[in-house]
T-cell receptor, first 113, second 115 residues
Framework: SQKIEQNSEALNIQEGKTATLTCNYT??????LQWYRQDPGRGPVFLLL?????KEKRKERLKVTFDTTLKQSLFHITASQPADSATYLC????????????FGSGTKLNVKP | DGGITQSPKYLFRKEGQNVTLSCEQN?????MYWYRQDPGQGLRLIYY???????QKGDIAEGYSVSREKKESFPLTVTSAQKNPTAFYLC??????????????FGPGTRLTVL
């Protein structure tokens, strides 16, 4: 069965450092992969999308990589700030069913001042 | 302002009661989704709809029902058959263009508690 794995342990880093979050998937052939941010008690908010033929995507302080051989996506936040503290979810989207979304359980990021 | 609204924000239900959670969007999106989130857990797909008058079960549809009579509305009913309904419920929509890699827009959620 399809499985999406994100580190369930919280990631604690110091302000100004780079945070790196991992999303691994199995039994999937995603055409693209999305990353979302979720704050406590709120709905997720879309951040970035990367397609299977793209190795890397950047948006301001955010960078996403996608390695279809390793079946892994990495999400980086450079120069992290306390306001970046949230839970980050990944969602690989299967190539033969763009309408059915599955999300990883998310990794909580804590950025300490 | 365009977006997704969910109501109510908090809902309390007695055991054995059915309750309906509202989800409305004015984004003109074709696809709509319902997810359940338990504390410290990820999102689990309950139902999704790609077009009016059509919907499909997700992974945890048992004890839930939906309807999609209008493009902008996708209400979720939590029936008494759902044994453990206390959770945070999220509705989402996306443009849904065939083959397009468009993102989901989420509502603010409804927190359901069974008393």
């Amino acid at each position: 069965s399809q499985k999406i794995e994100q580190n369930s342990e919280a990631l604690n880093i110091q302000e100004g450092k780079t945070a790196t979050l991992t999303c691994n998937y199995t039994n999937y052939s995603p055409a693209y992969l999305q990353w979302y941010r979720q704050d406590p008690g709120r709905g997720p908010v879309f951040l970035l999308l990367i397609r299977e033929n793209e190795k890397e995507k950047r948006k301001e302080r955010l960078k996403v990589t996608f390695d279809t051989t390793l079946k892994q996506s990495l999400f980086h936040i450079t120069a992290s700030q306390p306001a970046d503290s949230a839970t980050y979810l990944c969602a690989p989207v299967q190539r033969d069913n763009f309408n059915k979304f599955y999300f990883g359980s998310g990794t909580k990021l804590n950025v300490k001042p | 302002d365009g977006g997704i609204t969910q109501s109510p924000k908090y809902l309390f239900r007695k055991e054995g009661q059915n309750v309906t959670l509202s989800c409305e969007q004015n984004l003109n999106h074709d696809a709509m989704y319902w997810y359940r989130q338990d504390p410290g857990q990820g999102l689990r797909l309950i139902y999704y709809s790609q077009i009016v008058n059509d919907f499909q079960k997700g992974d945890i549809a048992e004890g839930y029902s939906v309807s999609r009579e209008k493009k902008e509305s996708f209400p979720l009913t939590v029936t008494s058959a759902q044994k453990n309904p206390t959770a945070f419920y999220l509705c989402a929509s996306r443009l849904g263009t065939s083959g397009a890699a468009d993102e989901q827009f989420f509502g603010p959620g409804t927190r359901l508690t069974v008393l």
